[in-house]
């Protein structure tokens, strides 16, 4: 079965410190790997997406992630964090074979300080 | 211009009452969902439906009866509410890539329903 995995339940950068969230996957065939993010209060915002092609995508707010098929990851990566990235951050993988479902991960808080 | 709105945002109500959420999307796509987030934040698909076809209907109680009168609107009833209901309900709408592969694009939320059943 589909799976995704975000070891990390919350992560604490300082400011202007590099981010990594880390993703792992579990699924047969060609994901459809997609990052989003939740602020408070609010619905989830897609960051980036992979279908196919170069495995470095660019997202908004500075994001970008890489699928490495061969460790069955999907790390997103910031180089300088902002004291408003704080937010809840999910991976999901878009489980085909007539699935029609996107599963998520359990989601990464990642915290700021100043 | 709001892509994806629910209606009501916040929801209030006594154990055993029957309540709905409404959802409707602008963006003109084929398939919507319902999802629900617990208080650890973990998010669960209920159901989905394609082009006003249910086609995802994971184990939720038949309290709970999703309705698509069109391709642009997905209503969720839940009849007879617990402690237990309560939550934040998402809904969401995509468009289908493949059928065949059953893959979506990016799914577009809705700003949620905090559902609280004292």
């Known amino acids: 079965a589909q799976s995704v995995t975000q070891p990390d339940i919350h992560i604490t950068v300082s400011e202007g410190a590099s981010l990594e969230l880390r993703c792992n996957y579990s699924?047969?065939?060609?994901?459809?790997l997609f990052w989003y993010v939740q602020s408070p209060g609010q619905g989830l915002q897609l960051l980036l997406k992979y279908f196919s092609g170069d495995t470095l995508v660019q997202g908004i707010k500075g994001f970008e992630a890489e699928f490495k098929r061969s460790q069955s990851s999907f790390n997103l990566r910031k180089p300088s964090v902002h004291w408003s990235d704080a937010a809840e951050y999910f991976c999901?993988?878009?489980?085909?074979?007539?699935?029609?479902?996107?599963?998520f991960g359990a989601g990464t808080r990642l915290f700021v300080k100043a | 211009d709001t892509a994806v709105s629910q209606t009501p945002k916040y929801l209030v109500t006594q154990m055993g009452n029957d309540k709905s959420i409404k959802c409707e999307q602008n963006l003109g796509h084929d398939t919507m969902y319902w999802y629900k987030q617990d208080s650890k934040k973990f998010l669960k698909i209920m159901f989905s439906?394609?082009?006003?076809?249910?086609?995802i209907n994971e184990t939720v109680p038949n309290r709970f009866s999703p309705k698509s009168p069109d391709k642009a609107h997905l209503n969720l009833h839940i009849n007879s509410l617990e402690l237990g209901d309560s939550a934040v309900y998402f809904c969401?709408?995509?468009?289908?890539?493949?059928?065949?592969?059953?893959?979506?694009?990016?799914?577009?939320f809705g700003p949620g329903t905090r559902l609280t059943v004292l």
């Open positions: 999901a993988v878009g489980a085909g074979a007539g699935g029609f479902k996107t599963i």
């Open positions: 969401a709408s995509s468009q289908l890539i493949r059928r065949d592969r059953g893959s979506t694009d990016t799914q577009y």
């Open positions: 439906y394609n082009n006003k076809e249910l086609i």
């Open positions: 699924y047969g065939a060609t994901p459809y």
